[in-house]
């Protein structure tokens, strides 16, 4: 990466880097990822975010392990409704294959090579009997046995070991006061452990890129209700979309602000999801991330910041502080998780039934999302509400997006005198109009 593109990069992550520390994140991975050699790097970046002050809470799966044992030991593999029946022999390898892969995991995260990114690391990891499970009882006619459902999560003493600063992780096991063992889902108990702790973030690394919609292209944010239709029009899916993003809307419809849904096979997408502006993946929210609002006098600084760069270049004109005070009240703002990242503003001329609409910016980092269309839209609904019938734009260098929205080549003559008394004719800014 060239020395100018890392430091915006560095920059533009700081603002997470702030967010995140002291955040709780649950994150979840089965055990394929240990089997392939992909933990590694992931420990790199768990490592990362341990010294960024994040309190890391890992879930990890033993599917691909379980089945080793099975197949070794020529035992009979059974599912009801993708659940697997886990009998005694089962059960034992269940067991066998937890340890195992907690004494890997564990083993892989107190590394501390030089020159590698795990240098100086001190990690510690905590494990034990912190969740309580039931057994899940008969399926489609079967027992299931030895599989189980989560009861319920020992918070405070996860609490304790993360205040402690310790990576806390859980295996798929759950434990009855009666002394029996539960095989349960990794994603039944990275939920549970995420709503229990009231998580700020619960992030499934899957096989796919995240959540496809029906043409294949990948979904980079979608609301709980969002997922929930598409779930039911698209039906029963045959990758682990099926198994995760159930547990997502649930974790978000019961408080946790966000859940993710990553590739395991792209190296980083952890970093690249969280650090960001758009991810790797998909962002699950319980409401969408956008706010359109009217502008406040507490914006005047962040609508400078947004507007200068177009300003030096001879797009917009200049706005100084003074006249956006003044002008704050035209000025509509579009807020993106609680960054503010667009503006436009509507000046009205009542007497010819018309309005302007100017200074319309969206952040280069959220061009291409559609973002200047809602900020038009809410322009244009602000317009017909006052009873406007003609929106005017003014343009050196983006006639063809108007131009595309509706608008249609207009006149300085056609302008509001009052306007026309302020045209710029040294900018030869071209005049289009659109007819509310």
């Known amino acids: 990466m060239h020395s100018t593109a890392f430091v915006h990069w560095f920059r533009s992550a700081a603002p997470y880097i702030h967010a995140f520390r002291g955040k709780t994140f649950v994150i979840a991975f089965g055990g394929e990822m240990l089997v392939d050699g992909q933990f ?46 886990t009998d005694d022999s089962a059960l034992a390898c269940v067991k066998e294959a ?90 039944n108990v990275a939920t549970a452990a995420a709503i229990t702790l009231k998580a700020d973030k619960l992030i499934f690394f899957m096989e796919t890129e995240g959540v496809l919609d029906e043409n294949g292209e990948l979904l980079h944010q979608i609301t709980a209700p969002e997922a929930q239709q598409l779930m039911a029009a698209r039906g029963a899916c045959d990758d682990d979309t099926a198994y995760y993003l159930p547990s997502a809307i649930s974790a978000c419809q019961q408080g946790v602000p966000r859940a993710h849904l990553i590739s395991r096979h792209v190296d980083g997408a952890l970093l690249g999801e969280l650090f960001t502006h758009h991810g790797v993946g998909t962002l699950l929210t319980q409401a969408r991330l956008e706010t359109l609002r009217p502008a406040q006098m507490d914006d005047v600084g962040h609508i400078q910041q947004l507007i200068r760069p177009l300003e030096e270049g001879g797009t917009l004109v200049r706005r100084s502080r003074e006249r956006l005070e003044m ?79 509706g608008f249609g080549n207009a006149n300085v003559s056609d302008l509001p005198a009052e306007r026309q008394a302020d045209y710029n004719s040294e900018r030869r800014s071209k005049v289009f109009v659109k007819v509310l």
């Open 98 to 187: 937890v340890g195992e892969t907690r004494v890997e995991i564990e083993a892989l995260l107190s590394m501390s090579l030089l020159d590698t990114p795990m240098a100086n690391a001190d990690i510690r990891v905590a494990s034990g009997n912190f969740v309580t499970a039931r057994p899940l009882g008969v399926r489609a006619g079967v027992d299931l046995l030895h599989t189980g459902v989560v009861r319920k999560i020992n918070a405070n003493a996860l609490q304790q070991r993360l205040d402690n600063n310790d990576i806390v992780l859980l295996s798929p096991l759950g434990y009855s006061p009666t002394g029996e063992i539960f095989n349960l889902t990794l994603e």
């Open 327 to 405: 002008d704050i009240e035209r000025f509509i703002v579009l807020e993106y998780d609680g960054r503010l990242i667009g503006c436009a503003a509507l000046y009205d001329f009542p007497e010819s039934s018309s309005g302007e609409v100017a200074c319309m910016v969206v952040h280069p980092d959220y061009r291409g999302h559609s973002y200047g269309d809602s900020l038009l839209s809410a322009v244009e609904q602000t317009a017909r509400a006052k009873g406007l019938r003609w929106l005017y734009a003014l343009t050196t260098h983006t006639e063809h997006w108007f131009v595309e929205r």
């Open 40 to 85: 590694t790097a992931l420990a790199h970046d768990l490592n990362l975010l341990n010294s960024l002050g994040v309190r890391l809470v890992l879930v990890h799966g033993v599917r691909p392990q379980v089945e080793a044992h099975l197949i070794e030991r020529r035992a009979v593999v059974r599912y009801v409704e993708g659940l697997r029946v």
